[in-house]
């Protein structure tokens, strides 16, 4: 008799369909036509403002210098790099970013995910029960995905020119009734994917307000995460210096998730000098971590052989080869 399929958990049956961003970057990876194709979705890189001659020195640095930058090809301790959580220290206190100061910057804790914003917020699914998560609507629809595959049930709330409307968020609680026991978390994008859409200081002040009264409420403490994945970016000089949701919070319910990603190779990227160059070698560190040399070495060999055979074909005139 043939054995039935392997069992999957729930998780995994959802996941045997692939997500909308799987479905986009696959489509990305096998149809896009260089100089042909502009490619709107996922949030990929333009390729031109990847700084791939700062990222080959980050790497010579590390590798050339191993007293500083100790056993940077092996395991590294849970909590990740002493060097980038110095360095990200010294890039908040330096910049007052978030308007912190070191007195609070010292009672809370640095830590490193894996790899970028998106293994942090994985981190979440795990730790948390599934329930309901609020969030702002527009939804940045690749981790909502992620939470409804794990199990948990998202609420978004609608938006205006300041961020999440916080009149509304009151509202839908209070209509939740009983049910607001469910609520697992929050989860708020201080610029918004997709609209760009910045929260303002007064309503990130009110959200930190409105989960309190929640926590309060509901005799538990209910976290908030604040994904300040572009807030380092925003460029426009009106707009005005975002405040730390840190400054808000008495309970001690606040969580603020930032990444390198978007600040070392995006459309925006703001100049690549001082110390943030400096953060870029040691990412670069912590994302190679766990490789070995050789297999990097083997990697970049095969990168090499690709691009030059694309590019062979490309020069002869064959565009489909070039896809
Ligand atoms: C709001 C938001 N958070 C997190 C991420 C992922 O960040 P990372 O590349 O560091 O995983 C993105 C990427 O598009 C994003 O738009």
Redesign the pocket.
Known sequence: MEPDEILLSRYGTLSSIPSPVNRMMAAFAEEFRDGIDINLGV?YVNERTIPRELIIEAQQEVLRHPEKYRAALNYGGSRGSQNLIRSIRGYYLKRRIGGIDEELLDSKEIIIGP?????L?DGITHLLPPGIVITSDPI?Y??CNLLERAGFKVMPIPEDSEGIRTDLLRERIGELGESRGEISFVYI?TVS?PTGTILSNRRRKELVEIVADLSGDLGRKVPIFF?R??EDLIHDPDAEKPLSGFLFDELGIVYEIG?L??VLAGEFCVHPAGEMVELGKRQMRISYGFEELEQIKRAIEYMREGVAYVKERADSGDREASR
Do not use: E, F
Request: glycine residues 12%; hydrophobic residues 30%.
């Open positions: 949030g790899n970028g914003a998106t293994s917020l940045y690749i981790y994008v994917n994904d994945a572009y990444t990603s978007r």
